[in-house]
């Protein structure tokens, strides 16, 4: 049954409607939504049968202007079309689970702009804390919210400071292992495809792919750089045109993708150009997303912790709120995972 007001469209039943049709006091509707432990079995289910009679819907954005914090976490992710950071925010959503929470997302879509829009929103909405990517780790928007009192953990990034707790991938250790494993497969020209003047993470895998010629006793002009203008399927096949259009003597035989959208891309077009790969070019991308694994060539990839990534970064900012909280920066080992794509 609905609440009817004379003259009047019906109105959601509200706590008093309830107590009323159970024919109990205020505090005791009260009691059974909060402190359903305290209410007898009877009683709660007197109240309970009343709630589903009245369809009533409890008001939870009211109960969290009166405790002053939401039961919401929000996740900023740098960039919502790369399956790699929706995989995160599922890690993020098991922890919030288990903590009886929200999780809220928002893509900030590489622009600093849209990204404090979004901080500037979930601060006011009063989220209990926020995780985010950031186009600059070091913003100093993100040290005055946490002033603020709302809790900030930095994802997939080392902010420069112990201002906030990180949960980050070792990307340097991952652009080695990327191109040590193309050295022992025989290339001394290897293309770097990638954005690495703008994304500190792609920055970071160009340099431990210099690291890996460096101690191969190769020049960094045995790293050829195709820079991307983003990281998608589209740049990867625009780079593959460009790689297929050099010369022959200086044509890279091996490429390191900055991710697996990357890497797909430009698989397209060496299958379009009817290019071997590996013959032609061997190919590694980077984060391991699901769809490497299914290519046309399964793709050699670097796996990051995905999930554990997130999980961890959600149970970093649920442990704020404990006494003697200290911030941590947790830094995980990524592995090189070896398929069809480099192997001869």
């Known amino acids: ?67 002053g914090r939401s039961r919401v976490l929000a996740y900023v992710m740098l960039d919502g079309s790369n399956p790699f950071f929706t995989d995160v925010a599922a890690g993020m959503e098991d922890a919030a689970e288990a903590g009886d929470l929200s999780l809220f997302l928002c893509n900030s879509a590489h622009r600093p702009a849209r990204e404090a829009a979004y901080l500037g929103r979930l601060e006011q909405q009063r989220v209990q804390g926020i995780l ?72 970071d895998r160009r340099l431990g792919a210099l690291r890996a010629l460096e101690a191969a006793g190769l020049g960094p002009d045995h790293l050829v750089d195709l820079t ?29 993708c900055a991710n697996d959208l990357v890497a797909l891309g430009l698989l397209q077009t060496c299958a379009n150009l009817r290019m071997g790969v590996p013959d032609d070019l061997a190919i590694v991308g980077y984060d391991d997303i699901e769809f490497a694994a299914a290519a046309a060539v399964p793709l050699t990839s670097v796996r990051q912790p995905r999930h554990r990534l997130g999980r961890t970064a959600a149970e970093l900012l649920l442990a704020e709120a404990e006494p003697g909280h200290e911030h941590r920066q947790v830094v995980f080992t990524p592995e090189l995972v070896v398929r069809a794509s480099t192997l001869r």
Request: aromatic share 2%; net charge positive.
């Open 1 to 67: 049954m609905s609440v009817q007001q004379s003259g009047a469209e019906p109105r959601a039943a509200g706590m008093k409607d309830v107590a009323a049709a159970a024919g109990v006091s205020l505090g005791t509707v009260s009691n059974v939504l909060n402190r359903p432990d305290r209410v007898s079995p009877a009683t709660r289910a007197k109240v309970e049968a009343a709630m589903a009679e009245l369809r009533f819907v409890r008001n939870e954005s009211a109960r969290q202007l009166r405790a």
């Open 132 to 203: 985010i990517t950031p186009v600059d780790p070091d913003a100093p928007l993100l040290g005055e919210i946490a002033r603020r009192g709302t809790p900030v953990v930095v994802v997939d990034r080392t902010p420069g400071g112990t201002a906030h707790c990180s949960v980050a991938v070792d990307d340097v250790h991952g652009g080695e292992i990327a191109v040590r494993h193309l050295i022992e497969q025989g290339h001394e020209r290897i293309a770097f495809v990638g954005n690495h003047t703008s994304v500190g993470q792609v920055r």
């Open 228 to 256: 991307t203008t983003a990281l998608t399927v589209a740049d990867g096949r625009g780079a593959g045109e460009r790689l297929a259009g050099l010369p022959a003597p200086v044509r890279p035989t091996a490429a390191f």
